[in-house]
């Protein structure tokens, strides 16, 4: 009963909010985008509630505690680059194309071609799907331990809560939704961190600062390397692809005003890392006190049950809904904004719909037997990395053939996705980079060679 009492608490507040702040939105283009000119300062915190994917919150805990700073390091600095190195091509592309909505959109354009709409559809749709799968499975998992509520439930009330209000206004709910969460989730990693402090002292964070082996003292020790080269370098590569295979990030480009999109992403940016750092530090804590984990998956919600009093518990449950779910309504509205381009951008009856079915396949995936939220995470990494390079080429002036986008990023899904997933089953460091590395170049390498090939027979890349 008290689980459902958090839950429904939580959706009252967020379509409150939602209807007071709000209108309905009968246009679809408004519903996708807004009026192009949102606050800067609203979209950035979107932008951070929107990267605090599942890992964010669970994995910067998990890595802290089980590989020390090396293992945070890989996970929180890549995190915020990728939304600053994104920041110059966000500009581009709203400056190419301002009256835009999708990447998608944007390619079919400079290409004048179908299937590199198809192509890309792919990848953004398959992105917001896994996506929305982890967020349900990684929170379905917490709250289903902490209230006693069947797993299979909460993932169906989790995507029921999301579903509520951003039916409503589409964008600008999401938005104002994400901000609220993001002013929740800083105050609430603000507290968890002084009281942190205040359990062991910053000595006993120093004595986790290694890990609960204490092996990881070094970037460059054998330890460090192992680290770098079985999560930090393919976690890095799906990272920094990140925002360019994430429609919800090239959505907010397009929402916002013009003039503020690059103070939106370097504060969104800042504002997202404040998160993991407070929930590293307290996998440092615990790897201090000597704590055994029992499933490393969920180890916050361990070490708050263990280090702190029970109340706690609550405003970590707040803040685990708000991560997750803030990822959650920005995935139904990217794959509600790439309805648009399948179905010409007329019928908001559609765009809904696109909804409604994207939780329906999240809730499928989230209830999968054995799926974990770091092999899911890992994978969808890999797979937005297929587009990385064209995207980024493209934006940067370079021309490609229609068939070269298509065969590069096809090459690219259908030899790195297996050798990344084979490495992952393996759980091999050597096979995952070499599944992250070939699915990034092998898309780029590919489109220049059919390009090329095209060029010297006559046809021109347009």
């Known amino acids: 009963m008290k689980g459902l009492v958090i839950l429904a608490v939580y959706a009252a507040i967020m379509i409150t909010a ?65 939304l600053i190195i994104f920041i110059p091509f966000a500009k581009r592309i709203r400056k190419e194309m301002p009256e835009g909505i999708t990447l998608s959109g944007y390619m079919r354009d400079k290409y004048h071609s179908e299937g590199v709409k198809r192509v890309y559809l792919f990848q953004l749709m398959g992105l917001s799907v896994l996506s929305t799968g982890v967020q349900l499975l990684a929170g379905s998992q917490v709250l289903s331990t902490a209230t006693g509520i069947s797993f299979e439930l909460v993932t169906v009330l989790l995507a029921v809560i999301a579903l509520s209000y951003s039916l409503f206004s589409g964008i600008k709910a999401s938005m104002l939704t994400d901000a609220i969460q993001m002013i929740f989730m800083l105050a609430a990693s603000a507290a968890f961190l002084i009281m942190t402090i205040k359990s062991g002292g910053t000595s006993g964070i120093l004595e986790g600062i290694h890990g609960i082996s204490g092996n990881y003292t070094s970037f460059w020790s054998k330890d460090g390397i192992e680290v770098f080269l079985a999560f930090g370098l393919p976690t890095t590569i799906g990272l920094l692809s990140g925002p360019f295979g994430d429609q919800s990030f090239w959505q907010r480009a397009f929402a916002v005003k013009s003039n503020r999109i690059g103070h939106a992403f370097l504060v969104g940016a800042i504002l997202f890392g404040m998160v993991p750092f407070s929930m ?24 708050i049950r263990e280090m702190f009093p029970a109340w706690v518990v609550l405003p970590f449950l707040f803040m685990i809904i708000s991560g997750l779910l803030s990822t959650v309504d920005s995935n139904l509205c990217a794959a509600s904004s790439l309805v648009t381009d399948m179905c010409g951008g007329k019928e908001l009856k559609k765009t809904k719909t696109a909804m409604v079915v994207l939780l329906l396949a999240g809730i499928l995936i989230a209830n999968i037997p054995g799926m974990t939220v770091t092999h899911l995470f890992l994978f969808y990494g890999t797979l937005r990395a297929s587009t990385l390079l064209p995207t980024v080429m493209t934006l940067k002036g370079v021309r490609f053939t229609p068939r070269g986008i298509q065969y590069g990023v096809v090459s690219a899904l259908a030899v790195g996705l297996p050798i990344f997933a084979y490495g992952t089953v393996l759980n091999s460091g050597p096979y995952k980079t070499l599944g992250s590395l070939t699915t990034v170049l092998l898309s780029g390498i590919v489109g220049v060679i059919v390009t090329k090939a095209e060029v010297r027979h006559g046809k021109s890349a347009r």
């Open 280 to 303: 590293g530090i307290l996998g440092f804590a615990g790897a201090g006190i000597g704590y055994q984990a029992k499933d490393l998956g969920v180890i916050n919600f361990e070490l």
């Open 18 to 82: 939602t209807l007071i702040f709000t209108k309905k939105e009968k246009n679809v283009e408004r519903f996708c985008v807004g009026n192009r000119k949102e606050n800067w300062i609203m979209s950035a915190l979107s932008i951070a509630a929107t990267w605090i994917w599942a890992p964010a919150l669970f994995v910067s805990t998990e890595k802290a505690y089980t590989n020390g700073f090396v293992g945070l390091f890989w996970f929180l600095v890549p995190n915020v680059l990728c």
